[in-house]
């Protein structure tokens, strides 16, 4: 596989290959800073004990998903030693040899462990300037072995404030994530009208498919022609996104890009995606994003994704539609096929959705 990684490391590469040449169209206009803060949502509110409060962050939260589809998460209860460990790790698995990596190379989308570059490199027509893990945390947990490390031992005391013994970084934070994505859902579920549980039963939760992503951009000699990941919207639910300080994604709002950068330190970004959209029969739309290049740095960035349960029927639930009103505005799909769907082909905004649009 040719690597971005590999290429990058090339001696002398002053200029790009032309498979990596992104011609930008008219919508893919530069970032520019946010003229409004990015929403900041405290996620220990939404347990409060305190009605008040409760229900203020499920209005914030509201606002969020219906004026951004983005905000950054505080106070989520994940202990920022797992997080700096995961990062730290996604960066040793792209330091392995391309031997040991190998292993790995994609196949099927839905194989629990795939390693590649670009987005799906059997169909796209331009390369992404990206490497990227893949890996299914749930309802089965994978990981890869070693050497990738991401297996550790607690014993050594790295990972302070970790109630449980579990002894993977990984699995650690496929739990601990996941719990943060069901306590925004629930609050999503509460500031969409339904009862707080609604969601987790509806698309069955407890199944429900995360995928663990780490993406490694490598700097480029042509940040400007080429691409990290071209605009796109997720499939799943919630995105949870954390990097190694170094910038580069960019979010759509109000139709214009955005820099996401100035974030709280410690906290998750958390993107909607299309499965949410469909859901909330349009009212929470999926944020378009992508990810840019620089020639100074490599950026990682750990992504988490958090669907349904693969085998759920997702149609926008009933009490979001009103034949005169909110008529329904998106036929219903078994995640799975969707999914499927969307990693099989080329990546290009959000016209995956235009696949089940009535
Ligand atoms: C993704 C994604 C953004 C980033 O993996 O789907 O949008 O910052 N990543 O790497
Ligand atoms: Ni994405």
Not at 315 to 324: F, G, N, S
Request: net charge negative; hydrophobic share 35%; proline share 6%.
């Amino acid at each position: 596989m040719n690597s971005v990684k590999a290429l990058a490391e090339s001696p002398d590469l002053n200029s790009i290959p032309s498979l990596y040449a992104y011609s930008k169209n008219a919508t893919d206009s530069p970032a520019s800073d946010p003229q409004d803060p990015i929403p900041t949502i405290d996620f220990s509110l939404l347990t409060s004990a305190d009605p008040d409060q409760r229900s203020q962050v499920i209005q914030e939260l509201d606002k969020a998903c219906k004026d951004w589809g983005f905000f950054q998460v505080i106070n989520h209860g994940v202990p920022e030693s797992l997080m700096k460990m995961v990062m730290e790790k996604a960066g040793e698995f792209f330091n392995l040899t391309g031997e040991e990596k190998q292993d790995f190379q994609e196949k099927d989308v839905l194989d629990p462990i795939r390693y590649g570059t670009s987005f799906n490199s059997k169909k796209d027509k331009v390369f992404c300037w990206r490497d990227f893990l893949k890996v299914i945390v749930h309802p089965e947990f994978h990981s890869p072995n070693t050497p990738l490390g991401f297996r550790f031992d607690i014993k050594s005391q790295r990972l302070k404030g970790l109630t449980c013994d579990c002894s993977e970084v990984l699995l650690e934070y496929s739990n601990r994530t996941r719990e943060v994505v069901r306590g925004l859902l629930s609050g999503i579920s509460t500031s969409l009208g339904l009862d707080q549980s609604y969601v987790e039963k509806a698309l069955k939760l407890e199944s429900g498919l995360q995928i663990c992503i780490a993406n490694l951009y490598p700097p480029c000699p042509q940040p400007e022609v080429a691409i990290g990941l071209p605009p796109h919207s997720d499939h799943g639910l919630l995105t949870l996104v954390i990097n190694n300080g170094v910038s580069g994604l960019q979010i759509k709002h109000d139709g214009k890009w955005i820099d996401v950068k100035d974030t709280l330190p410690n906290s998750f970004l958390v993107n909607t995606a299309d499965q949410l959209e469909i859901f909330s029969n349009g009212k929470y739309k999926s944020v378009e994003h992508r990810a840019v290049v620089n020639d100074v740095v490599t950026r990682i960035s750990v992504v988490v994704a958090n669907g349904p349960a693969l085998d759920a029927v997702v149609r926008p639930a009933d009490k979001l539609v009103d034949e005169e009103r909110r008529p329904v505005a998106y036929i219903p799909m078994k995640y799975e096929e969707y999914l499927k769907m969307q990693q099989g082909n080329q990546i290009n905004g959000k016209t995956c959705l235009d696949r089940v649009r009535v």
